[in-house]
């Protein structure tokens, strides 16, 4: 897919630091090592999950190369803070612009490193796109408060700050959007970003990147460091131990978000984590089973399963538990799997082995334990590669399966049967996740009750797509603080410093 790129610089495989792309320091480090018979190339490979095949390499960077990034953003942070709002939103609107003009290549980027049908990736670059243009507005609106007179001749007057230099560590999923909303309002706020992507998918990063450099941000304002798997704890920890590093924004797994809370205390730095999900979709008797069906096709099957709010555990009630899963059967059975590249995909690949064997297990345990299959349940299309997985609906779902307690993040519904509201959501809440819940009901009171105990930080009623750059996206409990997206996702960029003036009188 990547030979079919129209601007075929978009396809960066270096790191970007203070305005240069550049290699690993590793390799150079290397190099004056190759008399001594060592390994001498610091990259690794990025491969495209619908064939296995390798497609780029790109630095696999050390500290040393996370410290650059730091000084370089660290030095460019007074210039930049100081410009006026309407300067930066005028260098992230041009960044925008950037984005929707590649959209085609940016969208092929996508689903050649992460797997998902063309389509969905357009989509992506969109999404991704709409946070950089509300943030680029909402730099202009950043405002304090003066505060009533309360002893005389005294000011007391609110400003808003940037924090400093953010470090942004981003997933695999949405590999353009998750890094969008995060370096859009740190930009907008006046902070400036080292980022690391997730090792499964650099090159949409790179290339979002790119294109910032593109509009003409200014030296050191965005830097870009990638790392694989085994060392992405030399970068993370370098920055971790910084205290130039004022805030970390994370997306990714409950665990990485505690180690990260953990390990910057030493430094108290300000964070955002935006962690794993174990989203309820609750149907009640009263609810509308079409657009019941519609909502979950929506949320559970947009990119194969694999994101943090999608529903988890299918809780529908009992009077129309034959019907819905009738309706919801046939839907499922009717999705097209295959390689991001074919038209008529609509599931694509798991991203890697390790996701393919964790829904495999989730399935396996849960039909040991009494589950039914009624779509799906395996492996399939393994002769075009091994990653994977049918659609799958399963019914007689129970508390004691691995699914109901972990977030299987792929293709399969697993339908939970309730009699009582107050079981459903005694259930729904049983979990140390808080991201996203979702329910179907036409009694409004119903609906106030429901809303209102859910335990997550995003509730959709009657509605299966959540997500928009105006609205506040985040979770409670072992989801995370903080909020991205709408005016909460830029306070979470600032800090408030208080003046107070006196002798006025
Ligand atoms: C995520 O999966 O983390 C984000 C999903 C979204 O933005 O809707």
Redesign the pocket.
Known sequence: MLTTLTHRDLLRQQNFIDQQWRDSRRDSRRDSRRDSGRDSNARFEVTDPSTGKVIAHVPDSDAADARDATDAAAAAFPEWSRRTARERAQLIKRWHALILAHDQDLARIISAEQGKPLYESLGEVR?GASYVEWFAEEATRICGDVIAEAVPGRKMIVLKEPVGVVAAIT?W??PL??IA?KIAPALAAGCTVVCKPAEDTPLTALALVYLAEQAGLPPGVLNIVTASRAQTPAVVDAWLADSRVRKITF?GSTPVGKHLARESAGTLKKLSL?LG?NAPFIVFDDADLDAAVEGLMAAKF??GG?????PNRVYVQAGVHDVFVGKLAKRVAALRVGPASEETSQIGPMINARAVAKIDRHVRDALEKGAHVVVGGERVRTEDGPHYYAPTVLTRATPAMALAGEETFGPVAPIFCFKHEDEVIRDANDTPFGLAAYFYSNDVRRIWRVAQALETGIVGINEGA??SEAAP?GGVKESGYGR?GSRHGLDDYMHTKYLCQGQLN
């Not at 694999?306 to 999608?310: G, K």
């Open positions: 999404y997933p999923n949405f959007a998750m909303r997306t935006e999900g947009r990119n694999q994101t943090c709010v999608c959540l997500a996206f991205e």
